[in-house]
């Protein structure tokens, strides 16, 4: 199979961008296509297969347009850039891949993983279908395989049982896991079903409702508050608050979905409020477009969201 180089001419910047911090950049797109790129000047040389070369070349073109529009290009944008190229090349798209292999499959999933390797606290809000959650699973048990947090917690508020579970049979695990199955479902695509048993035996993975993180100080843990938009704003306060040393923490939700009697006391659009632009703390929103689910679900949300500009149209 031939190997020949193709040299694709670039900008300065295009190529500084392409490359990445210590080649970082270059190594993902080369592991992607199973080609070498070198910067000889005035571009970079491919070589590989003629397929390697030919998706490559898709990603360095997408990727370098975004340098030479004066974007920064970042690790998310390799990984989305790879994904596309993949698809247009009528490989398996990343999608499909998801155990230890999980890609942002829109901009804003992209901006939203690499927000969550810079800051503490990021906010995910928006629709269902859109990987608030999955994506965050999948940043926190990615950590916690690397060594780089000891435990990975998540907990959202069981507000159909308005927090009071004792009258359900067994143990906290038992009480709590009708709750947590969309969070089981995806650690166990992302980690397999063996190792998150032996890892949720260890401690190392831990559920358990909102009330029950009162008191403690979560410290060297990824964090996922899930459902946020379920919490009051004591309890947002009170979770908010258990960070520790070393710690960090997700919290999602989407806002048009209050379940509490009064949606007033919610504490997601209140947290938001008064800490975007605190430092430390990020915000990322996603709209239908980023819905990954069944395509009828972007169409659903995009309709309801429809209905919901309507209703607050002065009439």
């Known amino acids: 199979m031939s190997r020949t180089p193709e040299f694709l001419p670039l900008s300065d910047d295009a190529v500084v961008a392409v490359t990445g911090p210590s080649g970082r950049h270059a190594a993902l797109i080369e592991d992607a296509f199973?080609?070498?790129?070198?910067?000889?000047?005035?571009?970079?040389?491919?070589?590989?297969?003629?397929?390697?070369?030919?998706?490559?070349?898709?990603?360095?073109?997408?990727?370098?347009?975004?340098?030479d529009a004066g974007h920064e290009v970042v690790e998310a944008d390799i990984r989305v850039a790879v994904g596309e190229a993949h698809s247009a090349g009528g490989q398996a798209s990343p999608r499909a891949v998801r155990r230890g292999a999980v890609s942002p499959k829109t901009k804003n999933q992209a901006r939203y993983m690499e927000s969550m390797t810079r800051h503490p606290l990021v906010f995910g809000l928006g629709p269902a279908g859109t990987g608030?959650?999955?994506?965050?699973?999948?940043?926190?048990?990615?950590?916690?395989?690397?060594?780089?947090?000891?435990r990975l917690i998540v907990t959202r508020p069981a507000v159909e049982a308005g927090e009071k579970l004792g009258f359900l049979p067994g143990d906290l695990n038992e009480k709590v896991d009708p709750y947590m199955a969309p969070v089981?479902?995806?650690?166990?695509?992302?980690?397999?079903?063996?190792?998150?048993?032996?890892?949720?035996?260890?401690?190392?993975?831990?559920?358990?409702?909102?009330a029950f993180m009162r008191g403690r100080t979560l410290a060297?843990?990824?964090?996922?508050?899930?459902?946020?938009q379920n919490?009051?704003?004591?309890?947002?306060?009170?979770?908010?608050t258990r960070l520790g040393e070393g710690a960090r923490m997700v919290v999602t939700g989407d806002p048009t979905q209050i379940d509490l009697l009064n949606p007033r006391d919610s504490g997601l659009a209140h947290?938001?409020?008064?800490?975007?632009?605190v430092e430390g703390v990020d915000v990322a929103r996603f709209t239908a477009t980023d819905v990954v689910r069944h395509p009828l679900v972007e169409r659903i949300v995009k309709a309801y969201d429809a209905d919901a500009a309507l209703l607050a149209t002065p009439r």
């Open 34 to 67: 199973k080609v070498l790129l070198e910067t000889p000047g005035g571009g970079v040389k491919i070589t590989g297969d003629v397929k390697g070369r030919s998706s490559a070349k898709r990603a360095l073109i997408a990727l370098a347009e975004r340098a």
């Open 132 to 150: 608030k959650t999955f994506l965050a699973v999948a940043q926190g048990a990615g950590m916690l395989l690397r060594g780089e947090v000891d």
């Open 184 to 210: 089981w479902e995806a650690l166990t695509d992302i980690m397999g079903a063996e190792q998150l048993r032996r890892r949720r035996d260890k401690g190392e993975i831990e559920v358990a409702p909102i």
């Open 220 to 228: 060297h843990a990824f964090v996922i508050v899930d459902e946020a």
């Open 231 to 240: 919490c009051s704003r004591l309890q947002m306060k009170m979770v908010l």
């Open 271 to 277: 947290a938001v409020s008064i800490l975007e632009g």
